[in-house]
């Protein structure tokens, strides 16, 4: 049957959109219709193998207990067996649809977006082996597999970030990203190194044996160095405070590349490593008070700075920020089920959001202003429709998928801790009023300019059929997760079970309303002046708005302390290194001019020096018969 052929070779999934990206890029680049075909119908087939395989973990009774587990020796260095496979249960299950779907889609909505770009076969290329890479991470039975991966991804987003690398700020946002998310890696790549080292393996399920084991006979101490040395690889993955920075900057690269980055790959990439090394973490109570703290933090500092932002692909940028926060801080109270079913509906409703603001923007000649903009609402109907349910879905309103997810990280923060709980609910009705403020100064009102306004339309099928899809799995899944049980599915179990509180519920979707209606006040009914107020706000609103200078802080940091540093460096290079082999080859070259006055060519000279020296010689003789004699 197709479930088990897909289930039996799950090693296809990444496999075909590599080797769509070899083709492209090797055969069909200048070919922009064909690479599109290619990408596209690789995507499609990994999709239904992804669909094949979450049906086989679903109806086999494959569990996070009793995965599914084929891997290979792949080769052996000394007594260390690295080793390649895959591991599939319903943790696996849930990513590979999750990313397949969005990959898929964001390639369709690429067709109609890029249509007429130079580089639109080569972008088709990139677009497939950033696919390959996150599902391959997604599939890894190992930690070093799943590292391998991990810098393809790091290496793909370098890629389409600087995809228009004729414009200098792609290239520094590119250059940016991948500089930024090498710390991270390097941490990562040290605690990879330190699990080798200590337990000989770095595969998933041997590890999920060893550890607890060890913690209990050994302590927490070497693995609580260890697991914070991994999760910094997710700070820089996954755009946590301060490692941040770089993802806003991301919004150089196409539409469809911010979507796919913020939405179902990259981003997420850092909450899945945690989630699938969940075994390690829960076991390190100081390293889930870290997580949290860090993820609690990170959700509410960027929401705290979308309020200001006026561009609209950098207002989503911060909202992904912050709502990874979230996620980091359900699986940091121990909620791996909220954090995970956060990021499934989250990857939905950030992908919709993402292409309605490409739309909008592709409407209006690539203007990202939003207050450049205005009154779209009747221009781009559909478009509107389904951005509102974006906006909805993040901003947790009923029955949208964002309520039923979002609220189950708020019930489990609670259960833990009530400051962070305060920081969580803080955090939504901040959500709630960046995302209205974002839908009614772009699509009500009157329009900033009439000539953009005029030439304003609705794109085209290719594009909109995407966010059709998106947005009625925006209103879906997140009440299918509630009714079917989406911890019962993935079976991570009672413990991480948190679900739906009431008072909690009512009371967060009271906030969101109020911020709404806030919102509404402030930019359609103008009841309130937004200057006013920013003017009132004063250094809050400047600190907001110039992203409380962490950018600048970062450039003074690197030009003070690392250039200072440089410098000094430089300095013992020149004068202390360079100084002794130079003094040393003064040395050997002055003793060689000496010395080569001797060779002169002479023959008298060079008697007279052998009879000079067959004196020394016979005197030294002399000496040493004298001393001997003596001596006997």
């Known amino acids: 049957m197709f479930y088990e052929f897909a289930l039996e070779h799950a090693w296809l999934i990444p496999l075909l959109p590599a080797i769509a990206f070899v083709i492209i890029g090797m055969v069909t680049r200048a070919y922009g219709k064909l690479s599109a075909i290619i990408a596209v119908t690789m995507s499609v087939i990994s999709f239904l193998l992804s669909s094949g395989v979450t049906y086989a973990v679903v109806n086999n009774g494959i569990t996070v207990e009793t995965p599914f587990v084929q891997q290979l020796s792949w080769m052996h260095i000394g007594s260390v067996n690295i080793s390649m496979g895959v591991l599939i249960d319903p943790l696996t299950a849930m990513m590979l649809m999750v990313v397949s779907t969005v990959s898929l889609l964001v390639q369709i909505y690429s067709c109609g977006y890029m249509k007429g770009d130079p580089g639109y076969g080569r972008f088709f290329s990139f677009l497939s082996l950033f696919a390959a890479s996150m599902l391959g991470l997604v599939l890894a039975v190992n930690f070093l597999q799943m590292y391998v991966f991990w810098e393809l991804v790091g290496l793909c987003s370098y890629l389409l970030i600087g995809f228009y690398y004729y414009k200098v700020s792609a290239r520094e946002a590119a250059k940016k990203a991948f500089m930024t ?146 996620m980091m801080l359900a699986l940091g109270v121990g909620s791996l089920t909220a954090s995970f079913f956060h990021l499934m509906t989250h990857a939905f409703f950030k992908a919709l959001l993402f292409l309605c603001a490409g739309a909008v923007m592709h409407a209006m000649q690539d203007e990202a202003n939003i207050f450049k903009m205005g009154g779209l609402k009747s221009k781009m109907p559909i478009t509107f429709a389904t951005m509102t349910i974006g906006v909805l879905a993040i901003s947790g309103i009923p029955p949208f998928a964002g309520f039923f997810s979002k609220d189950e990280i708020i019930v489990a923060t609670a259960s ?217």
Request: charged content about 10%; some cysteine.
């Open 181 to 326: 998310t090498r710390v991270g890696d390097f941490g990562l790549l040290l605690g990879i190194l330190l699990l080798q080292l200590n337990f000989g393996t770095l595969d998933f399920m041997a590890l999920k044996e060893i550890i607890p084991a060890h913690i209990m006979s050994a302590g927490t101490g070497m693995m609580t160095f260890i697991a914070l040395l991994i999760f910094v690889g997710p700070i820089g993955k996954s755009g946590q405070f301060p490692l941040h920075v770089w993802l806003p900057d991301a919004m150089e690269g196409p539409t469809p590349v911010s979507a796919l980055i913020h939405a179902a790959t990259m981003v997420v990439a850092g909450v899945y490593l945690v989630g699938r090394a969940f075994f390690m973490f829960n076991e390190l109570p100081e390293v889930m008070n870290v997580i949290a703290w860090v993820g609690g933090f990170t959700a509410f500092f960027a929401a705290s700075i979308a309020f200001t932002q006026t561009a609209i692909k950098r207002i989503l940028a911060y909202s992904t920020i912050s709502q990874l926060g979230y």
């Open 416 to 632: 833990v801790s009530t400051p962070l709980y305060v920081l969580a609910t803080l955090t939504a009705f901040m959500t709630a009023f960046y995302m209205a403020r974002l839908l009614f100064v772009t699509f009500f009102g009157k329009p900033a300019s009439e000539e953009s306004y005029e030439h304003a339309h609705e794109v085209s099928w290719l594009m909109l059929a995407p966010l059709v899809v998106l947005s009625a799995l925006a209103v879906v899944s997140g009440l299918w997760g509630h009714v079917c049980g989406f911890g019962e599915w993935v079976r991570f179990g009672a413990a991480h079970e948190a679900g739906i509180d009431m008072t909690i519920a009512v009371s967060s979707t009271i906030l969101s309303l109020i911020a709404f209606a806030i919102a509404w006040n402030i930019y359609v009914a103008r009841r309130w002046s937004s200057d006013a107020i920013a003017e009132k706000c004063g250094i809050l609103y400047k600190l907001s708005y110039n992203k409380f200078y962490i950018d600048e802080i970062y450039a003074a940091l690197i030009k003070v302390v690392v250039d200072g540093i440089a410098k000094v460096f430089y300095w013992i290079d020149i004068y202390i290194v360079d100084g002794v082999i130079n003094g040393l080859a003064g040395l050997v070259g002055g003793i060689s001019s000496l010395l080569s006055k001797a060779e002169n060519g002479q023959a008298q000279h060079y008697a007279g020096i052998f009879i000079c020296g067959v004196v020394i010689l016979v005197a030294y003789s002399l000496y040493y018969l004298a001393v001997l004699g003596g001596a006997l």
